[in-house]
């Protein structure tokens, strides 16, 4: 074995029955509300940018400007929230997110021009990526391992519920005038920040933030309150003091912690230039994850879906924007059969049926658009196969690497850098989605509509290689120990299909093996 390389004990097994707190079930609720924020916003914008280019008289290039510079913006906040998280709590940030994106929306709603309009999404952007980075974070960090997979899963179904109600938004308010329908669509987002400031004011501190800065006994309620037993709040606390520097065996309430790890100075420091090797892995899965999650086309797929179904053949405004509704629900119920399936089958056999499910989705459908545009008369079945893999590639972005961006990256960093490090794989999300939302439109002006989806089919294969090759199993083990599946990635891999195939030829099927 090489150095550096613990051995997996046989009784760290991932368990087949996953139990649940309900105290946390409820807490990871209420924080993936402010993920509602950046669901409603792709959801509104999808059918609003059709009345505001009626409105305005603006060309497809502002269109696309407009609808995708949120992400760039949203850089911004998912910048700060990293530290601003370390410094002010979770909650409160949450809070903070809440707080930009009332006032974006509210902009929104009164903007007169298109540049009032602008600086509105630039508000609202930065709420976005305040509460991007922050639900995702506490979640991880108040949820039992048993269920976690579960519930870090939750800030995607909240993602797609936004989505959803913006949907539902967009064929509400379509029958108001034009310059009415529009702002009632993005105004109306001010309702789901409001409920989630009051609702922040009922949760728990995250308690590795409470150990972090050497407040022991208020970390140790929320760990009572938040474990299946007593035992396991012992050892989750125990296990965190560990890695925030504290020795396990300290008894007081409060302890006095350094103000750089109160802090999270020096995080990015460690993170680039004086990384670990395990930390160089994890650092390289984060970003990879965030990147061919957004690579791959879903924003083009959910907020162009109008588009799509108009070059699909389809010209009702009501019929388009019902087809839209269609997208919503499929994709909020599939992320809904993840949350059950990420803590029973793990990690990796999700992302990778995803990944290969988008791949073979978004060939078809530009198989079909190519048919349909190159075709003089109606192509019935073109049609209908196009409408279903727009649905088949939201279904299969569901069940893995839609929810996996949350789920995975915010639980493979240490604790001393897990903000902030969440905060890097979700800027390299903002500008991949910013890029792609900013050039769908021209992109398919350039090499048309069935070209430019399967580039994205090519983006998701060579997704599925990366992930195949980076990814280890992370289901079942606590915060505290996932560093250590993370380093020599080749030689885990290796190791790890030779001891497959000793198992096969032993009698008791005793082998060790190392998840991968």
Known sequence: MADGEPETP??????????????????????????VLLGYDIGVM?????????????????????????????????????RTSDWIGRRYTMALAAAFFFVGAVLMGLATNYSFLMFGRFVAGIGIGYGGLIAS???????????????????EVFINFGILLGYVSNFVFSKLPTHLSWRFMLGIG?????????????MPESPRWLVMQGRIGEAKRVLDRTSISIEESQQRLADIKIAAGISPDCTDDVVPVPNRSRHGENVLRELFLHSTPSVRHILIAAVGLHFFQQASGVDAVVLYSPRIFE???????????????????????????????????????LILTSVAGKTISLTILGFSLTIINNSHVEVTWAIVLCFAMVLSDVAFFSIGMGPMASVYSSEIFPLRLRAQGVSVG?????????VVTMTFLSLYQAITIGGAFFLYAGIAAAGFV???????????????????????????????????????????????????
């Open 311 to 349: 070059k699909a053949g389809i010209t009702s405004y009501d019929h388009i924007l019902l087809a839209t509704v269609a997208v919503g629900i499929t994709k909020t119920a599939f992320i809904l059969v993840a949350t059950f399936l990420l803590d029973r089958i793990g990690r990796r056999p």
């Open 190 to 202: 001010v309702i789901p920040s409001a409920i989630l400031v009051l609702v922040v004011l009922t």
């Open 137 to 155: 974070v506490y979640t991880a960090e108040i949820s039992p391992a048993s269920s976690r997979g579960c519930l870090t899963s939750f800030p």
């Open 466 to 516: 990366f992930f195949y090759v980076v990814f280890p199993e992370t289901r079942g083990r606590n915060l505290e120990d996932v560093e250590g599946l993370f380093g020599n990635l080749l030689w885990k891999l290796k190791k790890d299909k030779s001891r497959s195939k000793r198992s096969m030829n032993d009698v008791d099927g005793s082998s060790i093996q190392l998840q991968v």
């Open 46 to 82: 999808s059918g609003a940018v059709i009345f505001i280019k009626q409105d305005f008289g603006i060309s497809d290039v502002k269109v696309e400007i407009l609808v995708g510079i949120i992400s760039l913006y949203s850089i911004i906040g998912a910048a700060a929230a990293g």
């Open 426 to 434: 979700i800027i390299a999300n903002r500008i991949t989605s910013g």
């Open 10 to 35: 046989p009784d760290s097994a991932p368990p087949t029955t996953p139990k649940r707190n309900n105290y946390a079930f409820v807490c990871a609720t209420m924080a993936s509300m402010a993920s």
